[in-house]
């Protein structure tokens, strides 16, 4: 995969989730207990990359793009937290989906075996997944620094209907990132090698 298309793919779709989290989407919060709640965008983006590239790249994603959630207004909690549940995100995302292959530098396995991209029960099923990790590391490091709004009990339900939301918004947001990383890339994704017909020689 070309680097430099994905890096430009990446960051064109952290900052339209941003972009729509931040502005859109808290129009039609879910009310549960007081709190907002809204589809996290960015988590999802951070879910594709892990998905469609390797580890290393997609935990990085997470650390960024969590910092410019973290500042990204209105920001009511201590900077950093987004930061570290996001990159957690994204590198255990990595790590399963891929098999704890060794895929550094190698693009995803998906690249590698030629298919363009994964299945859609996996990438749902990798959406559940990084919800749940990111909101419980967000929820755990605000319980840690003292910077959390509720008790666990309060959180509980709202960390549920978070995580509902963001499979659904995974219908869409998944898949467009995915065509958007593979759009971005002069190559896009490695396919199986086909050899060329031998031609046939005729003596005369």
């Known amino acids: 995969m070309n680097r430099r298309g994905r890096l430009i793919g990446t960051l064109v779709a952290v900052f339209a989730a941003l972009l729509l989290q931040v ?5 039609f919060a879910w009310d549960v207990g007081g709190l907002g709640v809204v589809p996290d965008l960015v988590l999802l983006v951070v879910v594709a990359t892990a998905l469609a590239t390797d580890t290393r790249f997609a935990t ?3 650390f960024w793009a969590g910092l410019l959630l973290d500042i990204a207004p209105p920001a009511d909690h201590l900077a950093g937290r987004w930061a570290l549940a996001l990159m957690v995100v994204g590198y255990v995302v990595g790590r399963l989906v891929h098999d704890n292959a060794g895929d550094v530098g190698a693009g995803s396995r ?3 075996e030629g298919v363009r991209r994964p299945p859609l029960p996996l990438a749902l099923a990798a959406a559940a997944g990084g919800s749940f990790v990111g909101t419980s590391v ?8 003292r910077d959390a709004g509720a008790s666990i009990g309060e959180l509980l339900p709202v960390a549920l209907v978070a995580l509902l939301l963001d499979v659904v918004a995974a219908l869409a947001v998944v898949p467009a990132t995915l065509w958007l ?3 971005s890339t002069s190559d896009g994704l490695p ?3 086909v050899r060329p017909a031998q031609r046939l020689r005729v003596r005369l």
Do not use: H, I, K, M
């Not at 967000?138 to 620094?145: H, T």
């Open 23 to 27: 502005t859109v989407l808290p129009l």
């Open 60 to 62: 990085l994603t997470g």
């Open 110 to 112: 998906f690249a590698r």
């Open 138 to 145: 967000f929820a755990l490091s605000g319980l840690l620094l």
């Open 181 to 183: 990383l593979d759009r």
């Open 191 to 193: 396919r199986p090698a």
